[in-house]
């Protein structure tokens, strides 16, 4: 089953901050956030196993709430660059390097 | 070292038809997965191969299959192309160690399949 993003989009001006959330129906072994261009292929951004645990590098970082079977991705001070396509990917528990990827989320970054 | 290449970068096809494309992943890398991305349905999951070994396979009818050489190289079929097959196929490398998707994945460009 895709896991479900929300928001669909969202455009910031530069230096705000946003949440991107992706949820399961399924328990989840691991998330897995990626950042597409238009035209790009899609750049890994972090992967969260379960066990709860927050990552983050620069000023984006991500959580992870296996209970609630959802992760979170989080920018703070919005850039210009930070604009594309945010994809979470999940693996199920006990699915075996099988992923599934949600629709995205559009965020643009306006000045 | 090189990124994932993926040949051709662009393929117009007619209804029927069959293609086949290639990705060769990053150097050392011995898994490659392969997904199909449309504006409707997002990235979906094709399949996945390990040395030479399909190790998951995703809900495609079997139109759609795959193989992987000694070198990691993989390829992937359609046969008897429809209109909806038209997407951007994406391939993947990891090192294929890790438990499932444990470990970093890393996109190709990509190759952009029209179905007239």
């Known amino acids: 089953q895709q896991p479900v993003q929300s928001p669909q989009a969202v455009i910031l001006r530069e230096g705000e901050d946003a949440v991107i959330n992706c949820s399961s129906s399924?328990?989840?072994?691991?998330v897995h956030w990626y950042r597409q261009k238009h035209g790009e292929a899609p750049i890994f951004l972090m992967i969260?196993?379960?066990?709860?645990e927050q990552k983050g590098h620069d000023k984006i970082s991500a959580s992870f709430n296996e209970k609630k079977q959802q992760s979170s991705l989080y920018l703070t001070a919005s850039q210009l660059s930070y604009s594309g396509t945010y994809f979470c990917?999940?693996?199920?528990?006990?699915?075996?390097?099988?992923?599934?990827f949600g629709t995205g989320t559009k965020l643009q970054v306006i000045p | 070292k090189a990124g994932v290449t993926q040949t051709p970068r662009y393929l117009i096809k007619t209804r029927g038809q069959q293609v086949t494309l290639s990705c060769s992943p990053i150097s050392g890398h011995r898994s490659v997965s392969w997904y199909q991305q449309t504006p409707g349905q997002g990235l979906q999951f094709l399949f996945e191969?390990?040395?030479?070994?399909?190790?998951n396979k995703g809900n495609f009818p079997g139109r759609f299959s795959g193989r992987q050489f000694s070198n990691s190289r993989s390829e992937m079929n359609v046969s008897t192309l429809e209109l909806g097959d038209s997407a951007l196929y994406l391939c993947a490398s990891g090192p294929g160690q890790g438990r499932g998707f444990f470990e970093t994945q890393y996109f190709g460009p990509g190759t952009r399949l029209l179905v007239l």
């Open positions: 990917g999940t693996e199920v528990s006990g699915g075996y390097q099988k992923v599934t």
């Open positions: 191969y390990f040395s030479e070994t399909q190790r």
């Open positions: 399924k328990a989840l072994y691991s």
């Open positions: 969260l196993l379960k066990g709860g």
